[in-house]
């Protein structure tokens, strides 16, 4: 299985909403990766988990919350979220934070109103 | 850190033509340069890659070349065909403490014309 799978596919949730993004891979890998993508632009990094473990956050603010409950599943929890943060997350994973052949999710569409 | 930029950001080709999307790239100890392609509403596909220690690859329409003293690689599509028509992204890879650390251009979208 060579996939990463992202649920749900679209989200629109309120300003007041708790929600949550959910990423799932069955490869192996150890490293899993939270990317934010607006329009037509590049995906940037927001969070990277090495070994279910939080080693890099882009300062991203603390309404996006991410969990790595163990090493096949990734978790968003978004609270009270802006309508500039409506975009397009995507999951990506790789063997480990040294690999370079990056698999990325499906995405899910989010829109903040 | 590192700093990659992409050119052209948009590029338009009759079918049947080449396409050719250039980046480069500041860090020497970039070791790494995958393309990815993006269609609309899907995910970054991979669609080649190329290491440091080489100069070309090919993949049957997609060739990538880099050129290491001059730090820019190019992406190469001959015989376009309109399913080709996505963003394009590519990217290098950096070696840190933290893992090698991914550095995306800013994207290329192509549109190819029937």
């Known amino acids: 299985d060579t996939e990463v799978t992202q649920t749900p596919k679209h989200l629109v949730m309120g300003m007041t909403n708790k929600k949550s993004l959910k990423c799932e891979q069955h490869?192996?890998?150890?490293?899993m990766y939270w990317y934010k993508q607006k329009a037509k632009k590049p995906p940037e990094l927001m969070f990277v988990y090495s070994y279910e473990k939080l080693s890099i956050n882009e300062s991203v603010p603390s309404r996006f919350s991410p969990e790595c409950p163990n090493s096949s599943l990734l978790n968003l929890h978004l609270h009270a979220l802006q309508p500039e943060d409506s975009a397009l997350y995507l999951c990506a994973s790789r063997l480990d934070t040294n690999g370079e052949t990056q698999y990325f999710g499906p995405g899910t569409r989010l829109l903040v109103l | 850190g590192e700093n990659v930029e992409q050119h052209p950001s948009t590029l338009s080709v009759q079918e049947g033509d080449s396409a050719v999307i250039k980046c480069t790239y500041s860090?020497?100890?970039?070791?790494?340069f995958p393309w990815y392609k993006q269609e609309l509403g899907k995910r970054p596909q991979l669609i080649i890659d190329?290491?440091?220690?080489?100069g070309e690859k090919k993949d049957q329409r997609i060739a990538v070349t880099l050129n290491k003293t001059a730090k820019h690689f190019s992406l190469h599509i001959t015989e376009t065909q309109p399913e080709d028509s996505a963003v394009y992204f590519c990217a290098a890879i950096s070696p840190s403490d933290t893992g090698n650390q991914f550095y995306f251009g800013t994207g290329t979208s192509l549109t190819v014309i029937p």
């Open positions: 860090d020497s100890a970039s070791n790494y």
């Open positions: 190329i290491r440091s220690n080489v």
């Open positions: 490869m192996g890998h150890r490293a």
